[in-house]
Nanobody, 125 residues
Framework: QVQLVESGGGLVQAGGSLRLSCAAS????????MGWFRQAPGKEREFVAA????????YYADSVKGRFTISRDNAKNTVYLQMKSLKLEDTAIYYC??????????????????WGQGTQVTVSS
C-alpha cells in the first residue's frame, strides 16, 4: 500500500516556474513506477510525465516536453515535477500516481493503482 501527498502548487504568472512534490509512504516506494497527471476544469484527466522505478528513464506529454522535468529521490520517497515556462493552459489540478514496475512509463491513468489528492496549479496572465 502506498499513500501519496502532493504539495507545491499555487498561483504563478505565465512564464514562471513551480516545483511540485509528491511524498509517498511505504517502504516499497522505490519499486513503483510514478507519474504525474493533470485535470483542467471541464476536461478529462491527462498524462503529464512519468518516470521508471529506477529513475533512469522519463516520459513526457508533447505539451510539456522541454518545459517540465520529472525526477525522483527514492531515499526521500519523493517524486518531483519541475515546471518552467508555464502557460495559461497548464492551469489544472495536478495528481501524483504510482503503479507497478512493469507499467513504468505508461501514459494511461488506469495503469496506476495509487493516487494523491491533487494540488492546484493556476497560471495567470
Amino acid at each position: 500500500q502506498v499513500q501519496l501527498v502532493e504539495s507545491g502548487g499555487g498561483l504563478v504568472q505565465a512564464g514562471g516556474s513551480l516545483r511540485l512534490s509528491c511524498a509517498a509512504s511505504g517502504r516499497t516506494f522505490s519499486s513503483y513506477a510514478m507519474g504525474w497527471f493533470r485535470q483542467a476544469p471541464g476536461k478529462e484527466r491527462e498524462f503529464v510525465a512519468a518516470i521508471r522505478w529506477s529513475g533512469g528513464r522519463t516520459y513526457y506529454a508533447d505539451s510539456v516536453k522541454g518545459r517540465f522535468t520529472i525526477s525522483r529521490d527514492n531515499a526521500k520517497n519523493t517524486v518531483y515535477l519541475q515546471m518552467k515556462s508555464l502557460k495559461l493552459e497548464d492551469t489544472a489540478i495536478y495528481y501524483c500516481a504510482g503503479g507497478p514496475q512493469y507499467r513504468s512509463g505508461s501514459s494511461h491513468a488506469e495503469s496506476y493503482d495509487y493516487w494523491g489528492q491533487g494540488t492546484q496549479v493556476t497560471v495567470s496572465s
